[in-house]
C-alpha cells in the first residue's frame, strides 16, 4: 500500500491520476498547505516540505514526476516508454517538460500576478511562447503527446494544463491544445481525481 502525501490542487493530482490509471492500492495523508507551517513534523519525512510525497515502504520518493514513473513501472505500465521504443526521446523530454519548462510561467502568474501587472503579462507571454511545443507536437493530429498512446507524458503535461485553467490561462490554449486538454480530462482516471478524489478538498 503506498502513503500519498497530499496537499489541494497541488501536484499531487499527478500521482493520484497515475495511480487510478495503473488501478495502484493507495491511502491519501491530506495535509495543509504549505506543509512547512502547518505540519513542522512532514520536514522529517521530506526536508523540501513539498508534496507530494509517496512513501511505500522503505522508499520515500518527494518528486511528482519520480513518484508517477515508480508507480507506473511497479505495475508494469504502459504508461511508461522503454528507451529502445519508438518515441522515447520525446517521451523523455515532454515528460520533464511539464514540469520543468511549461509549470512555471503558472506559478508565477499564481505567485506574482497580483503584485504587479508585468510580471503577470510577462508569464502570460512566457506560457503562450511554451504551449508550442504541446502545439507542435499534436500537429499531425495525433490523440496524445507521443508514443501512439497515452503515457506519463500526457500526465506531465496536463496537469499543468488542467493547473493554468484555474488562472484563465487557458485563453491562451491553441484549438489542438484545447481539444486535446478535452480528451485528457473525458479519461474516467482523471474524472475520478479531479471530480470525486480532489474535488472539493486535496
Ligand atoms: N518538483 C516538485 C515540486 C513540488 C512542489 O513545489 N510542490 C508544491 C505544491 S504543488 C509545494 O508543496 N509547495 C509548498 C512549499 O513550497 O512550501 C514536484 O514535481 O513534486
Same mark, same amino acid.
Given at each position: 500500500m503506498l502513503t500519498i502525501y497530499a496537499t489541494a490542487a497541488? &501536484?499531487? &493530482?499527478? $500521482? !493520484?491520476?497515475?495511480?487510478? #490509471? $495503473? %488501478?495502484?492500492? @493507495? #491511502?491519501?495523508? #491530506?495535509? +495543509?498547505?504549505p506543509p512547512k507551517v502547518h505540519h513542522p513534523d512532514f520536514l522529517a519525512l521530506n526536508p523540501a516540505g513539498t508534496v507530494p510525497t509517496m512513501v511505500d515502504g522503505e522508499v520515500c520518493l518527494t518528486e511528482s514526476l519520480a513518484i508517477?514513473?515508480?508507480?507506473?513501472?511497479? =505495475? %508494469?505500465?504502459?504508461? $511508461? $516508454?522503454?528507451?529502445?521504443?519508438p518515441g522515447y526521446s520525446d517521451y523523455l523530454n515532454l515528460l520533464l517538460f511539464g514540469e520543468a519548462t511549461l509549470l512555471p510561467p503558472v506559478v508565477?502568474?499564481?505567485?506574482? %500576478? &497580483?503584485?504587479?501587472? #508585468?510580471? !503577470? *503579462? *510577462?508569464?502570460? *507571454?512566457t506560457f503562450a511562447v511554451r504551449l508550442g511545443v504541446v502545439d507542435r507536437a499534436l500537429a499531425d493530429g495525433r490523440e496524445f503527446l507521443t508514443a501512439g498512446r497515452f503515457t506519463l507524458a500526457d500526465i506531465s503535461v496536463g496537469f499543468t494544463l488542467g493547473l493554468s485553467r484555474l488562472y484563465g490561462l487557458?485563453?491562451?490554449?491553441p484549438p489542438a491544445v484545447a481539444? @486535446? @486538454?478535452? &480528451?485528457?480530462?473525458?479519461?474516467? +482516471? =482523471?474524472?475520478?481525481? @479531479?471530480l470525486e478524489l480532489t474535488a472539493e478538498k486535496i
Open positions: 497541488s &501536484r499531487s &493530482r499527478r $500521482v !493520484l491520476w497515475t495511480c487510478e #490509471e $495503473v %488501478g495502484a492500492a @493507495y #491511502e491519501v495523508v #491530506e495535509l +495543509a498547505f508517477c514513473d515508480y508507480v507506473a513501472r511497479r =505495475h %508494469g505500465s504502459d504508461l $511508461v $516508454v522503454a528507451p529502445d521504443a508565477w502568474t499564481r505567485r506574482f %500576478g &497580483r503584485f504587479a501587472d #508585468e510580471a !503577470l *503579462e *510577462e508569464a502570460r *507571454e487557458d485563453r491562451l490554449f481539444a @486535446y @486538454y478535452d &480528451r485528457l480530462a473525458a479519461r474516467p +482516471a =482523471h474524472r475520478r481525481v @479531479y
